[in-house]
């Protein structure tokens, strides 16, 4: 499975973007997906999640500005960010699976980051 995190750029802050995050080799909608980002020197942390039905959640820091999403025809999960704020700014990625798993609750598949710059 190889999922692909695209839509990162720069933006001022009190901008938007979109974020998706797309597979080959998988049928996403069977899937739970979950958003992180990172920022150097830093651990990953968790940003937003979305399960297999559709059931969201969020961190507390992005609570009200970020939407999780999914369209299933298009076999993507998208992250919508409103109201961007320079501590926003972090490497995005993907993170897709039947089911969370280890110390971390994290799913299987890894996509590759796409960078998000906001500026203030």
């Known amino acids: 499975v190889q999922l692909q995190a695209s839509g990162g750029g720069l933006v001022q802050a009190g901008g938007s973007l979109k974020l998706a995050c797309t597979t080959s080799g998988a049928i996403l909608s069977r899937f739970g997906v979950a958003w992180y980002r990172q920022t150097p020197g830093n651990e990953r942390e968790l940003v937003a999640r979305i399960n297999s039905v559709g059931s969201t959640s969020y961190a507390d820091a992005v609570q009200g500005r970020f939407t999780v999403s999914r369209d299933n025809a298009a076999n993507s999960v998208y992250l919508e960010m409103m109201r961007l704020k320079p501590e926003d700014t972090g490497v995005y990625y993907c993170?897709?699976?039947?089911?969370?798993?280890?110390?971390?609750?994290?799913?299987?598949?890894w996509g590759q980051g796409t960078l998000v710059t906001v500026s203030s």
């Open positions: 993170n897709a699976g039947p089911r969370l798993r280890g110390p971390r609750n994290e799913y299987e598949h």
